[in-house]
């Protein structure tokens, strides 16, 4: 992982390699402008958080943090990514702010993740309608990524409410098979027939949903615990409020 990641920092000669000026941007050797965005079409500010919270290394922490500097400065007023610019909220991620409140406890760039989590709010459905012309596992795992983080960071109810009606459309997406199926023509892979009608589903994009799936179960789980703590509290009050505490027995209050 170490190694690998060594590449992800743009370490291009690591370990006798010669990454020359031949190899320009397309083929991989880019650097950090304000029109390159394809190498943020996955959350790369989260894997250096990611990579610090695994190994503790300072070189990690401070990636983390030149990374989301880099990368939030770059989110426009409607939650957009400018680099890559055009409305595309698939380069607009919630949780790098998530990661930098539980880094620093600093939550100044909080209404920047509202943009974010607006965003997809905005652009993408909470619920499934088959009739659809784009449906793809990508844009699913960041919506709730979105609600998800959004949420983690401020307790909004509403974030959780959106969160759990992603959960369910992909349920109904999926209905009995057990993955999401839908068209070709939805994921934006084939628009002719007799290939448009046919049913798709992306492995590798949907592990990018479980991802999020698993922080929201998480919440859940962390919900019920606390749900029955206060009802196992309740029910102590209740007896309290009934019985003497001396003695056990009902009180004039029990009938």
Request: proline share 4%.
């Amino acid at each position: 992982l170490l190694k690998f990641a060594e590449t992800w920092d743009r370490n291009w000669n690591f370990e006798g390699h010669s990454v020359t000026s031949a190899f320009n941007e397309s083929y991989g050797r880019w650097d950090y402008t304000n029109s390159t965005y394809e190498p943020w079409l996955f959350d790369r500010v989260t894997v250096g958080y990611r990579l610090y919270e695994l190994t503790g290394g300072s070189r990690w922490g401070a990636k983390f943090l030149s990374d989301f500097a880099w990368y939030r400065a770059r989110i426009d007023s409607q939650g957009i990514f400018t680099p890559k610019g055009g409305g595309d909220t698939k380069y607009s991620y919630v949780t790098p702010f998530a990661m930098y409140e539980r880094l620093t406890g600093d939550q100044q760039y909080r209404p920047i993740a509202k943009r974010i989590y607006d965003a997809w709010n905005r652009e993408w459905p909470s619920n499934w309608n088959p009739n659809t012309a784009f449906w793809t596992e990508r844009e699913m795992a960041f919506a709730l990524e979105a609600a998800v983080s959004w949420y983690e960071m401020t307790s909004d109810s509403a974030a959780l409410t959106r969160a759990t009606a992603l959960v369910n459309q992909w349920s109904a997406v999926s209905g009995t098979a057990g993955a999401p199926l839908h068209t070709l023509a939805q994921h934006g892979e084939e628009f002719d027939n007799p290939y448009a009608s046919k049913k798709m589903t992306s492995a590798w994009m949907a592990a990018l949903y479980f991802q999020a799936a698993r922080r929201f179960y998480a919440i859940n789980s962390r919900l019920r615990q606390q749900l029955g703590e206060n009802r196992r509290l309740q029910d102590e009050l209740r007896a309290l409020t009934v019985t003497d505490p001396l003695t056990g027995l009902h009180n004039r209050r029990y009938s």
